[in-house]
């Protein structure tokens, strides 16, 4: 499909993936076209080493922010249900929970679990962290769809949230709403994002 746009002389190509945040992933794919005198535009991705344009949020500083939030509610052990390690977006969040814990005078413990980015993974992440003996009171998700599987998970185990965990998710999806409780999340400027 690439190949046919260029074909067709498009003025440029914009990339909506988050394959290109993928640390362990090749991505030359992206040089070639570049060297083929594609003109790109990456949306929540940029690329060491490619000079590619990028539009997206600030990912440590939702981690900071989610962080931040937790710890004025009162919270002291706020663990990450992270997504893969080797995906950029997950270790910005991480850096930004890490900058929010230190600037509060709390240990950046290890209360950090990764799994996919899917409702499974929230789950399966939130029961290894859970079940931990000093869990966290409170979590911070790498997405939304990992938070509802958090909720999930905490529903199992007899937990209320946010009376026993509190849970705060990132994206800002629809289904966030669909919940109970309602979850609290750091929603991406989709609209900016996409007019940008």
């Not at 394959?19 to 090749?26: F, P």
């Not at 500083?61 to 009162?74: C, D, E, I, R, S």
């Not at 290890?110 to 409702?119: K, S």
Request: negative net charge; contains cysteine.
């Amino acid at each position: 499909y690439v190949h046919m746009l260029l074909d067709r002389r498009v003025d440029g190509m914009i990339f909506i993936a988050c394959e290109m945040t993928h640390l362990s992933g090749k991505h030359d794919h992206y040089a070639r076209l570049l060297d083929e005198g594609a003109r790109l535009v990456f949306v929540n991705g940029a690329l060491d080493g490619i000079d590619v344009p990028c539009v997206s949020v600030d990912e440590r500083h939702a981690g900071f922010l989610a962080t931040k939030h937790l710890v004025a509610l009162g919270h002291r052990r706020i663990g990450f249900v992270a997504g893969p390690a080797d995906y950029l977006p997950t270790r910005q969040k991480a850096a930004g929970r890490i900058d929010a814990l230190t600037q509060a005078g709390l240990s950046p413990d290890g209360l950090v679990v990764h799994g996919e980015f899917t409702l499974e993974g929230g789950r399966d992440s939130a029961r290894a962290l859970l079940s931990a003996a000093d869990r966290p009171t409170a979590v911070i998700c790498s997405s939304d769809v990992i938070a509802i599987g958090v909720l999930q998970a905490a529903r199992e185990a007899g937990l209320r949230v946010p009376a026993d965990l509190s849970v705060v998710g990132f994206d800002g999806i629809e289904a966030a709403t669909w919940v109970e409780p309602e979850l609290t999340t750091i929603e991406q400027p989709i609209e900016q994002i996409a007019a940008t």
